[in-house]
Structure formats: C-alpha cells, structure tokens
C-alpha cells in the first residue's frame, strides 16, 4: 500500500509543497464553495409567502422534507469538511518551516476532518434509498402515510444518521489516533480494504434505488391515466399531483448521483488495484484527483435540483396562468348569455 507514509518528515514536506496536489486542493475548494451557494439559492425563502402567485411554489409532504432536510445536512457537512481539510494545505504551501516534521499531522486532527467526509459520502447512499422508500409508500400505501404524517421522516432521518456514523466506525475504529500522518489521508494500510468494501455496497444500493426510482416513475405515470369515478378523490389528485412532481424531481437527481458514484467507485477500484505499489505522491494526487467526482457530484445534484426546482415552479405557474385565462373567458362567455337573455326579455 503507497499511502502517505506515518511518521515521516521529508514525505510530508513533499506531499504540502506538490504543485499538482496544490492545485487539486484548489479546485476541491472552488467546487465546494459553488456547492454551499446552490445549498443557499435552494433554501425557500420565507418572504415568498407574500408572493403574488403563491401556487407556483412546490409544496411537498413533511415526510419528504424532513428527509430532504438531512440529505442537505449531508452535503453541507462535506462541503465544510473538505474546505476545513483543504485551506490549511493550501496556506501552509506557501509557507517554509524550519523543520520539515512541522509539516506532519497528527492522526486523530487529521481524522476529524476527514470521517465527516465519509458520513457524508455514506448519507448520500442513504439518503437516495430512503427517499426512494418514501416515495414508494406515498405511491402503494397513502392511508397509511396520510395518517401517521411525519413519522416516516422522522425514521427515515434517524436510520440515515446512525448507518451513517455505523459505517464509519467500521471502517476507522481501527486507526491508531497518536499517529503523526505525512499526509491527512483517510486511507491506511488498516482501512483501506474497508473502504472499498463499504463503496461497492454504497454502489450496490444506488443502482437498486435508481432501478426503483424508475419504477416509481412508471407507476405514477400509471396512476394519472387511471382516473376512475370511484376511487378518484380530491386527496387522491392531490397526493398524485404531488408523487409526480416528486417524481420529476428525484429521478434526475437518482441517475446523476448513480453515475458519478459509480464512476467514483471504478476509478477507486481501478487506483486500488492496479496503483497500490505506486510512490506516496502520485498515490496521494490520483487519491484526491478521484475524490473531485465526489465534489462535482454534491454541486451536480444541488444545481440541479435548483434548475428542475425553478423549471416546476415556472411551468406550475404557467399551468395555472392558463387555467385562470380560460376560467375567465368561460365567466365572460355565461354573462354575455345573461345579458342577451336580459335584453330580450325587456325588448319584448
């Protein structure tokens, strides 16, 4: 294994000075920092309440955003952390210290940063199967999700928290925390299988949560053809209104992340198994090079949801534009009838 050696003076000043891991680390911030202003243009406004046209703002069940909810804290949380672990090698590179042991870290700091990464790669997994399990109550069982309002949510946000940090003590309960690191890596020679084998179960589960993801789509595409007398009720429109919107929202953003997390998971593998025997520097640079997919794919799926967010909004407000113009000329159209009918009766 070619990661960062332990307790090693020259790697560590070697691996801060690297021009090439100096400009990964750049744009790992830069795309993080673009990642927390889409977390903040996604924010609902509270002003907007007074908005002429409230009708165009996507209204959603507690469930779904209680769950959204945490899924956000998941991506602030890797944002944040990635800058936290990124900023001080970024400074420390222009800096030269006596002695080049200054450049080391100590494992537990060094941990600190980096285990929010994972929680955050890992609750992302969780966060696309819970919101696919969500989703799929909705659609087969609304009695029973109309009736116990947020406590779906409430579970679902639980579950995401402790697989979370469940898999992360798997992985890092090993470590030897007084360790000085030349290198703040989460990969060591302890963990590194570890890690590889908690990505291709994440893997695993996002390909089967796309899969039913597109089901889903399907069956509400189903559903809003079936609009029969006897079982189509105004909480009925509502709810299918609402699950095909969701829909519509959540299965672009299902495939996105499937893609990126499992162009993450082959070049990982690939790094892993045919670069282990490579020297610290180029294993730490393919290392961080791999871990920008993971940044593009937390801006990917926040732009994104902002874009098809707007998109809805524009095209619900559209909808309804219509709806009013055509409400009114049916009005304009019944008095007219009225007032010929008053006109006759007072010529004759």
């Known amino acids: 294994m070619a990661a960062a050696p332990l307790n090693n003076c020259t790697a560590a000043r070697i691996l801060t000075k690297s021009l090439p891991l100096h400009l990964i680390r750049h744009l790992q911030i830069l795309l993080c920092i673009i990642t927390l202003i889409f977390f903040f243009l996604n924010i609902e406004k509270p002003w907007r309440s007074k908005d002429a046209t409230?009708?165009?703002?996507?209204?959603?069940?507690?469930?779904?955003?209680?769950?959204?909810?945490?899924?956000?804290?998941?991506?602030?949380?890797?944002?944040?952390a990635v800058i936290t672990t990124r900023v001080p090698y970024v400074i420390t590179f222009y800096f030269d210290f006596v002695s080049d042991c200054s450049y080391q870290i100590v494992a537990w700091k060094c941990l600190s940063f980096r285990i929010p990464i994972y929680i955050s790669i890992v609750g992302f997994t969780f966060f696309h199967l819970a919101l696919c399990i969500e989703r799929a109550v909705a659609t087969f069982f609304l009695e029973t999700y109309e009736k116990h309002h947020g406590v779906f949510?409430?579970?679902?946000?639980?579950?995401?928290?402790?697989g979370a940090v469940v898999c992360n003590f798997y992985i890092f309960y090993e470590e030897d925390f007084s360790a000085l690191k030349s290198y703040?890596?989460?990969?060591?020679?302890?963990?590194?299988?570890?890690?590889?084998?908690v990505i291709n179960c994440l893997t695993f589960f996002d390909v089967f949560t796309t899969i039913g993801d597109f089901i889903l789509l399907q069956v509400n595409?189903?559903?809003?053809?079936?609009?029969?007398?006897?079982?189509?009720?105004?909480?009925?429109?509502?709810?299918l209104r609402e699950n095909k919107i969701s829909i519509r929202l959540i299965f672009p953003l299902s495939v996105t992340h499937s893609a990126t997390f499992s162009l993450y998971l082959l070049l990982t593998t690939v790094q892993r198994t045919f670069f282990a025997d490579v020297d610290s520097l180029t294993y730490a640079s393919m290392v961080d090079s791999i871990h920008l997919i993971v940044c593009m794919n937390t801006l990917l799926t926040l732009a994104l949801f902002y874009y098809l967010k707007k998109k809805l909004e524009a095209q619900i407000s559209q909808s309804d534009r219509e709806t009013r113009i055509n409400s009114n000329h049916q009005t304009d159209v019944y008095f007219e009838q009225f007032q010929r009918q008053i006109n006759r009766r007072t010529t004759t």
């Open 184 to 197: 703040c890596m989460s990969t060591t020679t302890t963990s590194a299988r570890k890690l590889l084998f």
């Open 153 to 162: 949510g409430i579970f679902a946000a639980i579950i995401m928290f402790l």
């Open 221 to 239: 595409k189903s559903q809003s053809k079936k609009k029969t007398v006897s079982n189509y009720t105004l909480r009925k429109a509502y709810q």
């Open 54 to 80: 409230p009708r165009s703002r996507l209204r959603f069940h507690t469930n779904l955003k209680i769950v959204v909810g945490v899924a956000s804290v998941f991506y602030v949380l890797h944002s944040l």
